[in-house]
């Protein structure tokens, strides 16, 4: 969620997906695409690097296939 509140996404935020292929990287946001070439690939970098080393620590090696991560969240009143 913090990474996807700093690309300033549409709010409140149902589910998001991300997609990390290669040097692909890919985000929705309650179903809409997130532009990606904001400040020329920066983001792309480094969403896929904090993603990656996530997974990294979580399964003790490098991640160098497709990773994705699918959340849904419930709004609560």
Known sequence: MG????????RPI???KYEIEGQDVRIEVN??????DL?????KIIV?????GMVR????EDPDG???IEV???IQS
């Open 3 to 10: 990474i996807t509140t700093s690309l300033k996404t549409p």
């Open 14 to 16: 149902r589910n998001l």
């Open 31 to 36: 179903s809409e695409p997130v532009p990606m």
């Open 39 to 43: 400040n020329s690939g920066f983001s």
């Open 48 to 52: 896929s690097s904090t993603i990656r």
């Open 57 to 60: 620590h979580l399964k003790l």
């Open 66 to 68: 497709t990773i994705r």
């Open 72 to 74: 849904d969240t419930e």
